[in-house]
């Protein structure tokens, strides 16, 4: 089962967890990602790090990785392996990565886990518009398929409203790194996850994230699972309903029992989205 929340460790994370890393110093990001890594290579599941030249150097040259490389359980590449002179393909790269996931599997591994330090990547709107969507695409794989994964991005370069725009889409995140996220759900006829907080302030994060995926309808219909969403105000409410029938499908909320939702849209004036209570 896949976890969600909020999170101050990467390790005891499963074979198909999907974690965002924010760090502020490059000596803060390194032991993370090699106890991610390190913790699945001993577990069976082959391994991949991608980052820059000196990320790769220094981490290829430990000696539990450079045996992990000599027996094919770990490979590392250069930030490359996401994008050619600046253009990166999202559908391509979860294809490349479910490829190698299958690779792992026909070599007997249990699966594959990534770390990567995507911060060049990300360091533009039309960059972080990309990664962004595929964030999504590559959550909706990992929902289904034995893969894990850490995206790192660096605070200190691309600053804490950019960093948010890409914790938003994973569902585990560092605390303080996003107050809301929106990610795929492994649960049969469940569109996306929708968990944490929104009120004035955030919602501007939870619109780009809206705008920025396809919710695709489940037998006609777009559920949220939204048993997760500790609050949200009546404004951010309203825009939140409008902005998923701008859509044109019919849109229902999950949410859990005792919460304030259905009594709100009650209370409010706006057409939907459905709301049914659910354990």
């Not at 909020?6 to 890393?21: A, F, M």
């Not at 490359?80 to 999202?90: I, N, Q, R, S, W």
């Not at 595929?134 to 200190?156: G, K, N, Q, V």
């Amino acid at each position: 089962m896949r976890q969600a929340g909020l999170i101050d460790t990467v390790c005891g994370l499963g074979r198909q967890d999907h974690v965002c890393w924010v760090f502020d110093s490059p000596d803060e990001y390194r032991p993370a990602a090699e106890r991610f890594l390190a913790e699945a290579l001993a577990g069976g599941q082959r391994v991949l790090f991608v980052g820059g030249a000196d990320q790769v150097a220094q981490v290829s040259g430990a000696a539990w990785f450079a045996a992990g490389l000599a027996a094919g359980a770990a490979h590392a590449h250069g930030i490359g392996f996401y994008a050619d002179a600046g253009l990166f393909d999202p559908l391509a790269q979860v294809r490349a990565y479910a490829q190698a996931t299958e690779a792992a599997l026909a070599d007997g591994y249990t699966g594959l886990r990534v770390a990567v330090d995507a911060t060049p990547l990300v360091e533009t709107d039309a960059g972080r518009d990309a990664f962004a969507r595929y964030e999504h695409l590559a959550d909706a794989y990992m929902t289904s398929h034995p893969m894990s994964a850490m995206c790192a991005f660096d605070r200190s370069r691309l600053g804490a409203g950019a960093v948010a725009e890409l914790a938003c889409m994973h569902p585990l995140a560092r605390a303080a790194a996003t107050p809301v996220r929106l990610f795929a759900s492994a649960e049969p006829g469940l569109t996306a996850v929708l968990e944490g907080e929104v009120d004035l302030a955030s919602y501007p994060l939870l619109r780009t994230a809206l705008d920025r995926i396809p919710l695709r309808p489940v037998d006609g219909v777009v559920t949220l699972d939204a048993r997760g969403l500790g609050f949200i105000d009546h404004r951010s409410l309203l825009s939140l309903a409008a902005q998923l029938r701008a859509r044109g499908a019919e849109t229902r909320l999950i949410v859990a029992a005792g919460s304030g939702l259905p009594r709100l849209l009650a209370l409010l004036p706006v057409s939907g989205p459905d709301v049914v209570v659910q354990a």
